[in-house]
């Protein structure tokens, strides 16, 4: 079983919308399960745990939340351990802007995580649009996962 960490952070309720979808779709794939957690409840070594993770945030000021941000500052010093997990992100925000999501790409980047698929991007409320795109995210994450997991190690 593979275990997929849903890291988010949500104050209206919407980025938490989005992650319940990726929660669904985790959990639609047989073999893996999901674990959701706001990042200021989180800690390094959930990151580490893991077998994948998808980071979700706000849009902020055309930035990941600063709660996420700090997030990967804390886990900086542990960038080995988590080196190619696969990885995704999703954001939520008032206007059309994919600046968080980029910035969230950053990081998956500079963690040296593997990026599975395109990030979304929600504008306002979720739509049902939304969901399904992070649904499919949530699918496509823990298929990949499963296929690392049954990769064997040197």
Do not use: H
């Amino acid at each position: 079983m593979v275990e997929v960490l849903v890291l988010y952070y949500s104050r209206t309720g919407r980025t938490e919308a989005l992650a319940k979808a990726i929660v669904e779709g985790v959990e639609s794939v047989e073999g893996a399960s999901a674990k959701v957690k706001r990042v200021d409840y989180a800690t390094v070594n959930d990151f580490i745990s893991c077998d994948a993770v998808a980071f979700g945030s706000p849009n902020y000021f055309s930035y990941m939340a600063g709660v996420m941000k700090d997030f990967f500052d804390k886990a900086l010093s542990m960038r080995e351990r988590v080196a190619g997990k696969p990885s995704v992100a999703f954001t939520s925000g008032g206007g059309s802007s994919n600046s968080a999501l980029l910035s969230l790409e950053r990081m998956i980047s500079s963690f040296r995580l593997e990026k599975v698929a395109d990030g979304v991007v929600s504008q306002g409320e979720p739509s049902e649009e939304n969901l399904r795109a992070c649904k499919k995210l949530g699918e496509t994450l823990a298929k990949r996962a499963l296929e690392r997991a049954e990769v064997p190690k040197d």
